[in-house]
């Protein structure tokens, strides 16, 4: 079993930055991949990026890639989306997930560990 709770997230103007967080529980969890998500209203849940225990592999979504970067602070069970040059268009809400497997296109309807979700409004 393993738990995902999120924070960070929040309103920011075009072109700003913001880090979000997501700090794992459970005994199990250095055998999943941290996966980032986001929704946006009325949109598919949209996969981000992903990265693997050690933090070596990591992955982020051609649209995104060159602005997010995944990592992860093993020391605190924790992994990190850092977003910069944001965008109106990265309005979402952003989960993070507990994934067995390592892709770089996930079906989000086939995992089962998820974060609460946080919210990210981005004004112009």
């Known amino acids: 079993q393993v738990q995902l709770v999120q924070s960070g997230g929040g309103l920011v103007q075009a072109g700003g930055s913001l880090r979000l967080s997501c700090a794992a529980s459970?005994?199990?969890?250095?055998?999943?991949?941290t996966a980032w998500f986001r929704q946006a209203p009325g949109k598919e849940r949209e996969f981000v990026g992903v990265?693997?225990?050690?933090?070596?592999?990591?992955y982020i979504a051609a649209s995104m890639k060159g602005r997010f970067t995944i990592s992860r602070d093993n020391a605190k069970n924790t992994v990190y989306l850092q977003m910069n040059s944001l965008e109106r268009g990265d309005t979402a809400v952003y989960y993070c997930?507990?994934?067995?497997?390592?892709?770089?296109?996930?079906?989000?309807?086939?995992?089962?560990?998820w974060g609460q979700g946080t919210q990210v409004t981005v004004s112009s």
């Open positions: 997930a507990a994934a067995d497997v390592y892709r770089e296109s996930y079906d989000w309807r086939a995992i089962d560990y």
């Open positions: 459970g005994r199990t969890f250095e055998n999943y991949y």
């Open positions: 990265v693997n225990w050690s933090g070596v592999v990591t």
